[in-house]
């Protein structure tokens, strides 16, 4: 019989209760801070994180090879024939293809990469529904072929509250970002089919911002029903705010306020995020 495991990373964004209730396979990130490395979540928290950003540009780099070398140690010995990866997008990191070269080293275990096109709780509802389709007996032939359907069916948005982070990062022109903060422009932002990142939406001023999001997400759950996952990076007040009033709409059969997006994630879109997962049911 087959024995189905669950593998994705830090960025997805899950809680401990849904990690553990599922036994999911957590890869960690790595965030250096002058030459010091810390794995994401465990050694550093997003917290910690802001408050070094103001005087300290980190880096970030992928799971060690050796996690991931362990995790699939780890399946083999508990017995798993099959394993689901999914994983944040490689059109902003090169998780993806790091797990598939090592996946090849574990030939008793059929492995599936999925490539997330996404991030946080976007990355996070996929993995999700996985573990979902798990619990219900589904075959690791039926789950794969669902999760392109999946990703088609989930968008995310998001609102920084400064352009600074990611024009230091380098996700952003330096002279676009420059010219965004000097206007108070406030890009609404999401992840297209690239996997990578481009701007939904323009207005000026936080208000503005908060206020079209709310609208982009009426107009996505217009026609079907809906689950809503909400996140944020110490913007918990106006990520609530946003919640209530979108949480409630005519077609969202489910909705989560989720907690602080990863470390490795906030480094790059500093304090103030709001964002919003939209996912389309069957």
Do not use: W
Request: proline content about 3%.
């Amino acid at each position: 019989m087959n024995k189905i495991a669950l593998i994705t990373d830090t960025a997805c964004d899950l809680t401990d209760d849904q990690i553990r209730k599922y036994n999911i396979k957590v890869l960690p990130f790595r965030i250096i801070f002058d030459g010091k490395e810390y794995k994401d979540k465990i050694d550093i928290s997003p917290e910690e994180v802001y408050d070094r950003l103001k005087d300290e540009t980190p880096s970030s780099s992928l799971p060690s090879m050796k996690d991931m070398e362990e995790v699939f140690t780890e399946l083999e010995e508990e017995g798993y024939t099959h394993a689901i990866a999914v994983t944040l997008s490689s059109g902003l990191s090169g998780i993806s293809n790091a797990l598939k070269l090592v996946s090849e080293n574990h030939e008793k275990i059929t492995t599936y990469v999925c490539d997330s096109k996404s991030i946080s709780l976007g990355e996070g509802l996929l993995v999700e529904e996985c573990a979902k389709m798990i619990e219900q007996g589904k075959s690791f032939e039926e789950i794969v072929n669902r999760l392109p359907s999946l990703i088609k069916r989930t968008n995310v948005f998001f609102i920084v509250k400064t352009l600074e982070y990611l024009k230091r990062g380098g996700r952003i022109g330096k002279v676009a970002g420059t010219i965004g903060e000097i206007l108070n422009i406030k890009p609404i932002i999401s992840i297209g089919e690239d996997g990578k990142y481009f701007t939904y939406e323009k207005v000026r001023g936080s208000k503005q911002a908060i206020s079209k999001l709310i609208n982009i997400v009426k107009e996505k759950i217009a026609e079907g029903k809906y689950s809503i996952y909400m996140m944020h990076g110490n913007g918990y007040k106006e990520a609530k705010e946003i919640f209530e009033q979108i949480s409630n709409l005519e077609n969202v059969i489910s909705s989560f306020l989720g907690g602080q997006i990863s470390p490795v994630a906030g480094m790059h879109s500093g304090p103030g995020l709001v964002g919003v997962a939209v996912y389309k049911r069957d």
